[in-house]
């Protein structure tokens, strides 16, 4: 396991781009990043890793987030695009050592979470 801190949350208005960040304490294979709504299951977003084309986005929200930075390095980091009131949440980062899933049971490392609070 890796230890995960993400940042980056706060109060926005409707909108804006923030940028979240999450930083790994060690090497990991696949970074991921997910959100929980109050009242809502966790749900996948986007993950990256190690592979040149190893980048898939949740079809839902591809155009309304962008991943970048590098597992490499062990930074990654979710740039949300125009946020809605409906994208408040918190958000987390995941990863995994050997794989990539979709699923957050596939992750055996996780953040604290970031919040994202946005008002229309």
């Known amino acids: 396991q890796v230890r995960l801190v993400e940042s980056g949350g706060g109060f926005f208005q409707a909108g804006d781009s923030p940028r979240l960040s999450c930083v790994a304490s060690?090497?990991?294979?696949?970074m991921a990043w997910f959100r929980q709504a109050p009242g809502s299951e966790r749900e996948f977003l986007v993950l990256r890793n190690l592979r040149p084309d190893g980048t898939y986005y949740r079809a839902a929200v591809e155009g309304r987030i962008t991943i970048s930075g590098d597992v490499a390095n062990n930074t990654v980091f979710l740039q949300l695009n125009r946020v809605k009131p409906e994208d408040t949440a918190v958000y987390y980062c995941?990863?995994?050592?050997?794989?990539?899933?979709?699923?957050?049971?596939?992750?055996?490392?996780w953040g604290q979470g970031t919040q994202v609070t946005v008002s229309s």
């Open positions: 060690g090497r990991t294979f696949c």
């Open positions: 995941a990863a995994a050592p050997n794989h990539c899933s979709a699923d957050a049971g596939g992750y055996d490392s």
